[in-house]
């Protein structure tokens, strides 16, 4: 029922191509429901056929808007990224995943490592080699690492 950001529709307009006559504007009418009541059957279904005829261009008109939503929240996640930088041979700590079940956690360290960056994948993704040179069997993301300074 209420319009939502990213599309400036209700999904109820976008699935039927009108909006949707609650039960209590039945029993109290709303001005809608009166305009809609005087007229004449014939008219009414002239106009339904209007409104489901331009239901293709709403729809489109909601993926531009869900598309400008997008880039606007791109942008603004953007705004806080880090570059990192980082070459294979650098000691990097890894940031230790938090249990959400055990509430004792939260006194454990937040960093573990250090440990050697093995290999760069793609630029996002990283294989790290713990101290004595045995590979991490599972690739690392680089927003879960940084520098470690000795």
Not at 69 to 80: D, I, P, S
Not at 91 to 97: P, S, T
Request: one cysteine or more; proline letters at 5%.
């Amino acid at each position: 029922m209420s319009v939502r950001t990213s599309t400036r529709a209700t999904p109820y307009s976008l699935t039927y191509g009108m909006e949707v006559v609650l039960p209590i504007e039945l029993k109290i009418p709303s001005l809608r429901i009166l305009m809609e009541s005087d007229l004449p059957e014939s008219e009414w279904a002239r106009i339904r056929h209007q409104e489901l005829c331009m239901m293709d261009e709403k729809r489109l008109k909601a993926a531009y808007h869900v598309q400008g939503y997008q880039r606007r929240l791109e942008r603004a996640f953007n705004k806080k990224v880090r570059i990192r930088e980082l070459r294979e041979g650098d000691m990097v700590l890894r940031e230790c995943q938090a249990s959400i079940f055990d509430p004792w956690e939260k006194y454990r360290p937040n960093w573990s490592g250090p440990y050697i960056v093995d290999e760069i994948l793609l630029e996002k993704a990283v294989r790290l080699l713990d101290q004595n040179g045995k590979r991490i069997s599972e690739p690392t993301n680089l927003d879960q690492l940084k520098m470690y300074y000795s």
